[in-house]
């Protein structure tokens, strides 16, 4: 199954880095206003095409519409371009994430940026990797640590009371566009805590694995342990998680 993710992510990224840069590239709307391009739609078509390929009668959930096998008690969930926007206007940060749930319980993520070759994957109680080495998250606290801020469309009621709040925890804050790529880097130590709000499971359900197989933290807003079907997540090294729930829930 792991081998099986790993191609599917990489198929999506070559689809990707044909589409990346293209300044003619179409960019449409969706209902919740965020935009989709060709690139995602055909980057979803490869990955689950790699899938059923291996395994058909698996259930398939994707961000572009694919919905297989409900059913089923295995169950792939796809983002094939986390950080469309970052994407389209040529921001190098983004990837896309697959996840694989067993009855409702993730035991596979992968998340790889093509552009900077950055493969991450986790399995359950195997640990984390980044380009097939062993991450763990990093032991800073908030005072010398960086936050991000990621948002779902029509759910940034908040983002900008928190951001200015969070200076009173944490020395850096950024948003950086992509919910994946973001929970990776706080697998790898490159970033201490984030927080998600009004997110789809195809944002995290891979990266918050590769978080918490990295040794790091990740719960809902309220600090319970966080789920398939959550919306609101903090994911933390750990030594800064109660400065996120306090900043969450102030």
């Given at each position: 199954?792991?081998?099986?993710?790993?191609?599917?992510?990489?198929?999506?990224?070559?689809?990707?880095?044909?589409?990346?840069?293209?300044?003619?590239?179409?960019?449409?709307?969706?209902?919740?206003?965020?935009?989709?391009?060709i690139?995602?739609?055909e980057?979803?078509?490869?990955?689950?095409?790699?899938?059923?390929?291996?395994?058909?009668?698996?259930?398939?959930?994707?961000?572009?519409?694919?919905?297989?096998?409900?059913?089923?008690?295995?169950?792939w969930?796809?983002?094939?371009?986390?950080?469309?926007?970052?994407?389209?206007?040529?921001?190098?940060?983004?990837g896309?994430?697959?996840?694989?749930?067993?009855?409702?319980?993730?035991?596979?993520?992968?998340?790889?940026?093509?552009?900077?070759d950055?493969?991450?994957?986790?399995?359950?109680?195997?640990?984390?990797t980044?380009n097939?080495?062993p991450?763990?998250?990093?032991?800073?606290?908030?005072?010398?640590?960086?936050?991000?801020?990621?948002?779902g469309?029509?759910?940034?009621?908040?983002?900008?009371?928190?951001?200015?709040?969070?200076r009173?925890?944490?020395?850096?804050?950024?948003?950086?566009?992509?919910?994946?790529?973001?929970?990776?880097?706080?697998?790898?130590?490159?970033?201490?805590?984030?927080?998600?709000?009004g997110?789809?499971?195809?944002?995290?359900?891979?990266?918050?694995l590769?978080?918490?197989?990295?040794g790091?933290?990740?719960?809902?807003?309220?600090?319970?342990?966080?789920?398939?079907?959550?919306?609101?997540?903090?994911?933390?090294?750990?030594?800064?998680?109660?400065?996120?729930?306090?900043?969450?829930q102030?």
């Amino acid at each position: 199954m792991r081998d099986v993710a790993i191609a599917a992510a990489k198929r999506a990224g070559e689809v990707a880095k044909t589409y990346f840069e293209q300044t003619t590239l179409e960019r449409m709307t969706k209902d919740d206003k965020s935009f989709v391009t060709i690139a995602d739609k055909e980057a979803e078509t490869a990955i689950v095409a790699c899938i059923r390929d291996a395994y058909p009668d698996h259930g398939i959930v994707g961000e572009e519409g694919t919905a297989l096998n409900p059913d089923s008690p295995y169950q792939w969930i796809i983002d094939p371009i986390d950080g469309t926007t970052n994407f389209v206007n040529g921001i190098p940060i983004f990837g896309t994430s697959i996840a694989l749930a067993e009855r409702r319980e993730v035991i596979l993520g992968v998340v790889y940026n093509p552009v900077t070759d950055s493969l991450f994957v986790a399995e359950k109680g195997k640990g984390a990797t980044y380009n097939g080495k062993p991450i763990h998250v990093s032991d800073q606290t908030g005072e010398k640590g960086l936050v991000t801020f990621g948002f779902g469309a029509g759910h940034d009621v908040r983002r900008d009371e928190l951001f200015v709040s969070a200076r009173s925890s944490f020395k850096s804050r950024r948003t950086l566009g992509s919910s994946a790529i973001e929970l990776c880097y706080v697998a790898r130590g490159g970033i201490e805590a984030t927080i998600m709000q009004g997110l789809s499971s195809w944002d995290y359900a891979a990266g918050a694995l590769i978080v918490t197989e990295a040794g790091g933290m990740v719960t809902e807003h309220s600090g319970a342990p966080w789920r398939i079907d959550s919306r609101h997540l903090i994911a933390s090294n750990g030594i800064t998680h109660e400065s996120l729930k306090e900043l969450v829930q102030g």
